[in-house]
């Protein structure tokens, strides 16, 4: 068994590397396309805001929780926003339930790390008494097939659920938190972050790579940026490196590929 | 709120916007390693082990082709100001990621199959720039376990505070600051091994940043070499 799947990655490998000599790649894609989104809003009723969204093969399905809680100890003004990811065991041959892999951690971390870099929500909006009661945005993401490039996935699933959220009011009562029961307003969004991962094989940077071609990836990048076109968030992975004028670039594509996807997005507000 | 900087561009440690932190690294002060260094960065204060290339347990994880290089980075509970619960955080495992992938790239891992070299990182105090201070440490302890690398690894962060793009961000600075990007070169081979970003930056800013940082990771360089001379040859001369 497993050495008839080496056979074939081996095969596949150098049929991406040859395509991408001339500047084609293996499903057909421009370096710099990405493939198509699909994204499904209000599909958990049960949850305050939720998406499904399918990149390419790759699909997530995102819930946002809105519910009170303490603030962090050193940000008694701010309201609390968690994201959370999962690869679900029915997602990947590979995945196995249990404990976070350190991969998960960093996907969790990095689509976090872009909603909460660009301000995406208020949270200033979310306090209830400052450092005591704050409303918490609990956002977490359920791998349901995995195909490559679960940091954009992951990133636009989130920030679609949060867009098509509501947020139920809540009101201090004897000292305690209590819902008021129907009525909901919407999330306090400033801006939409739209992230933007590429891959590096060899001297070609790629957009949005699918499993098979991170498989063949020296480095990966995700750029987070803003409405206002400015670069919010950032992490490399992968065991090699980027030089500065690929790392350049990069920037440049994040922020010529982003718009495309932000209007998508608007389009959920 | 404290004034991150004043009106002549000095900062709030008292530093200028290209200036660094104090950095002492000391190499092989650990008896049981096979390398081992520490460093002062600012107020960081973090050791670097270094064991390896050994077996692999569990050994499943053992690769036929190559070695694997595992990392650790752990912070203290008393490091910080309120107590760290010891067990390994999220931000902890994410770092260890991160540092790992930055020192892959230089180590020879071709070199030793089926086996393992385990870094593990101790932050006994930590400042801003931790997971830079730490790989600068990492990188220092490889080379003094004698593991074959093409480059060392050097690393240091760049930001904004108070709308100015500056070298080498402290504590303060991170948390009141407006942006904060950690780099990590191999400065001979000109790879940048390491990157993140917390915060807003203009395209330009960025491009500036950028530079700054690998500006740092240079002067940081040399303080390692320095650092190892001083090990392998005595007076840091020749």
Redesign the interface.
């Known amino acids: 068994m497993m050495a008839d799947s080496v056979i074939v990655e081996q095969l596949k490998r150098d049929r991406i590397l040859e395509l991408l000599k001339q500047g084609k790649r293996l499903d057909g894609r421009r370096l710099e396309e990405q493939r198509p989104l699909y994204i499904e809003t209000g599909v958990i009723p049960k949850a305050n805001g939720s998406a499904r969204v399918r990149l390419g093969d790759t699909e997530v399905v995102t819930g946002v929780k809105i519910q009170p809680d303490k603030p962090f ?1 050193d940000l008694g003004d701010k309201g609390i926003l968690i994201c959370t990811a999962e690869i679900l065991p029915l997602a990947d041959p590979n995945a196995e339930p249990g404990p976070p892999t ?2 998960v ?2 996907l ?2 990095v689509v976090d ?1 872009g909603i909460r ?3 995406m929500i208020d949270l200033h909006q979310l306090v209830l008494v400052e450092n005591k009661s704050v409303i918490g945005f609990f956002i977490d993401s359920s791998i349901i097939d995995a195909d490559g490039n679960l940091f954009d996935a992951c990133s636009y699933a989130s920030v679609a659920a949060l867009l098509s959220c509501t947020v139920p009011k809540y009101e201090i009562k004897d000292e305690v938190p209590a819902l008021v029961e129907g009525v909901n307003s919407k999330p306090p969004v400033k801006t939409i972050p739209v992230s933007v991962t590429m891959a590096r094989i060899g001297e070609h940077i790629i957009v949005d790579p699918t499993a098979d071609e991170e498989a063949c990836m020296n480095a990966r ?1 995700t750029i987070t940026t ?1 409405s206002e ?16 004028d690929q ?2 670039k990069c ?2 594509i994040a ?1 010529a590929v982003g718009p495309k996807i932000r209007k998508q997005l608007e389009q959920l507000m | 709120m404290t004034q991150l900087m004043n009106e002549n561009g000095i900062r709030c440690d008292g530093r200028k916007v290209d200036q660094l932190r104090n950095v002492s690294i000391k190499v092989g002060i650990l008896k049981n390693a096979d390398g081992s260094a520490y460093i002062e960065f600012g107020q960081n204060k973090i050791l670097a082990g270094v064991f390896g290339p050994r077996d692999v347990h569990p050994k499943h994880m053992a690769n036929q082709d190559r070695g694997i290089l595992r990392c650790r980075y752990h912070m203290s509970p008393f490091s910080v100001t309120e107590r760290k619960n010891p067990a390994p955080s999220r931000r902890e495992i994410e770092i260890s990621k991160v540092i790992k992938e930055a020192l892959q790239p230089a180590v020879l891992l071709k070199d030793f199959p089926r086996t393992v070299i385990d870094v593990f990182i101790e932050v006994l105090q930590a400042d801003g720039g931790s997971r830079c201070a730490a790989l600068d440490a990492a990188s220092i302890a490889l080379a003094d376990a004698g593991i074959p690398m093409r480059d060392l690894v050097s690393a240091c962060a760049a930001g904004k505070v108070a709308d100015q793009i500056v070298l080498d961000v402290n504590n303060e600075e991170d948390q009141e600051g407006q942006a904060d990007m950690p780099i990590a070169i191999m400065p001979n081979l000109g790879k940048v091994t390491l990157m993140q970003l917390d915060g807003i930056l203009t395209p330009a800013e960025y491009k500036t940043c950028l530079q700054t940082a690998i500006g740092g990771c240079k002067q940081i360089y040399e303080i390692q070499r320095k650092a190892l001379m001083e090990k392998y040859f005595g007076n840091g001369g020749q």
């Open positions: 100890p350190e991969e951690i960093e969790a971390r790390r870099e660009t301000e990048i803003n076109g400015n670069i919010c968030a950032l992490q490399k992975g992968g065991s090699d490196g980027f030089t500065v790392l350049i920037s440049e922020l």
